[in-house]
């Protein structure tokens, strides 16, 4: 094997050991979870598991963040298994997954503190818009089949008065949960990125 060859596969086995190491710790926040039972139905909960897919991203491209979360995600449901048949599992990377890739493509191009502030606020806003979208159109319709779609609005109508549909539900439930969501998991980001980028660099 050659110098370049060796030195290729030197950093193709670092990266996905890097890769590792941030699924198991992004799936191990997923037991890290709790309810926001003030602004959405408590099947709906909060956590910080996308964090280390960002710090990936960020790091290594938006790819591998998208990978991480997926990872993770395929570990919860095969590890922890799942009482929702797989539909929150499927939800967590769809959204996790715009998250992370929109986010880590911005601060890819703008490698400044305010290009990862910028890219994050995107990220929380294009994860809100898709998870919205997808939540009403794929997701909430797959639950429907596990649960009748009046007792989900219906516990949405617990939350708040104002929801007595699904669309509802998604405006006054959904959209604040993850915008919520993405300023928690955003400002751990900040926080934590700096610290641990050089370790992924090195």
Same mark, same amino acid.
Do not use: Q
């Given at each position: 094997m050659n110098p370049i060859e060796k030195s290729a596969t030197g950093y193709s086995t670092k990266n996905l050991t890097r890769i590792s190491l941030l699924s198991v710790i992004a799936f191990l926040?997923?037991?890290?979870?709790?309810?926001?039972?003030?602004i959405a139905p408590p099947f709906i909960k909060l956590d910080v598991s996308d964090m280390p897919a960002l710090i990936g991203g960020f790091a290594m491209g938006p790819l591998v963040?998208?990978?991480?979360?997926?990872?993770?995600?395929?570990?919860?449901?095969?590890?922890?298994?799942t009482t929702t048949g797989g539909v929150g599992e499927l939800s967590n990377f769809i959204v996790g997954a715009i998250f992370v890739a929109a986010s880590s493509a911005f601060y890819r191009r703008h490698k400044t503190y305010g290009g990862a502030v910028l890219g994050l606020l995107?990220?929380?806003?294009? &994860?809100?818009?898709?998870? %919205?979208?997808s939540n009403y159109f794929v997701v909430f319709p797959l639950?429907?089949? =596990?649960? *009748?779609?009046?007792?989900?609005?219906? &516990?949405?109508r617990a939350v %708040?008065?104002?929801?007595?549909?699904?669309?509802?539900?998604?405006?006054?439930? =959904?959209? *604040?949960?993850?915008?919520?969501?993405?300023?928690?998991?955003?400002?751990?980001?900040?926080?934590?990125?700096?610290?641990?980028?050089?370790?992924?660099?090195?």
């Open positions: 926040l997923m037991y890290v979870e709790f309810p926001l039972t003030f963040g998208v990978c991480i979360e997926f990872v993770k995600c395929i570990l919860i449901f095969f590890v922890r298994g995107i990220g929380v806003v294009s &994860m809100t818009a898709f998870a %919205t979208m639950y429907g089949k =596990i649960m *009748p779609m009046e007792a989900i609005i219906e &516990m949405g %708040t008065s104002r929801v007595d549909s699904l669309w509802s539900l998604m405006i006054y439930c =959904i959209v *604040p949960f993850n915008l919520i969501k993405g300023f928690i998991t955003s400002m751990v980001t900040l926080v934590l990125y700096k610290r641990v980028s050089y370790l992924l660099h090195r």
